[in-house]
């Protein structure tokens, strides 16, 4: 998959407090208040919709105010902060409508990626598949057994299971595409894992999908990939109105 925009690659605002210019600013510590910034907001210690006032997380983030600017205006091309000219920054809020987006664009392109990577994957790609999903299915069972100290985990499996079965698509605008759409279905994920308002087997859903897919059925397996993603979107229904933005 491809990796997060790079600091270099993005406009950066002046910085009137007297920091470095741009240019000069350590690329480490951008980098490293952006993975951080991200972090929180993904886990929602940021909460949706929350004023990101600079002033207040340069001293919380270790870093000067230009810096972390420069790793907020990443995270506006990650579609995670929203930047209102002379308002500042926002965490973007979460909405059913805004999940019912990603979710309908994610079964669009990961479905056409899956069915590319079953017309052109190897044996090594299906090994990959296949070793991605051992690992998730034990991360599984620890999630079963603990899940507010187990989501972290399962959630690196279940991304890394996902994009072994697209890993054999040959487009890498539609896997740069997925990785953005994954990482902002994580927020709406989170909101589920512990709650969990509808009943569901994930592994058996998993397990469904590698069938299909190393038994080469691309109807199949898109069809169940798509079931799949959109038993997410079933479940956030169910969640009290409360926790989104709408």
């Known amino acids: 998959m491809f990796d997060s ?4 690659s ?7 407090d007297g ?3 741009p240019d000069a600013l350590p690329k480490t510590l951008v980098s490293g208040a952006y993975l951080h910034l991200r972090r929180d907001i993904i ?6 919709g929350a004023k990101l006032r ?4 340069k001293d919380s983030y270790g870093v000067g105010a230009g810096t972390l600017r420069e790793a907020l205006a990443l995270l506006v091309s990650d579609a995670l902060v929203v930047a209102q000219g002379q ?8 909405s059913m409508a805004d999940f019912h987006d990603i979710t309908q ?19 090594i790609w299906e090994s990959r598949v296949v070793a991605a999903f051992h690992r998730l299915d034990r991360a599984q069972k620890r999630l079963a057994a603990n899940p507010s100290e187990r989501f972290d985990e399962w959630e690196d499996r279940n991304r890394e299971y996902h994009q072994a079965l697209i890993s054999a698509c040959r487009s890498a605008w539609v896997q740069h595409f997925l990785a953005i759409l994954n990482q902002q279905a994580e927020r709406y994920r989170r909101l589920v894992i512990t709650r969990k308002p509808i009943p569901r087997d994930l592994h058996a859903e998993h397990q469904a999908i590698l069938d299909a897919t190393l038994d080469r059925n691309s109807d199949a397996a898109c069809k169940l990939l798509a079931e799949h993603i959109g038993m997410t979107y079933e479940a956030v229904k169910q969640l009290p109105a409360t ?3 709408d």
Do not use: W, Y
């Open 105 to 123: 664009t994610r079964i669009l392109l990961e479905c056409e990626a899956l069915k590319q990577s079953i017309q052109s994957g190897d044996d």
């Open 19 to 21: 920091e470095a210019a």
């Open 243 to 245: 926790l989104f933005n």
């Open 54 to 57: 600079v002033e207040h997380l």
């Open 43 to 48: 886990e929602g210690r940021l909460a949706p």
């Open 5 to 8: 925009p790079t600091a270099s």
């Open 10 to 16: 993005m406009p950066v605002p002046p910085t009137p």
């Open 87 to 94: 308002r500042g920054f926002h965490v973007k809020p979460i």
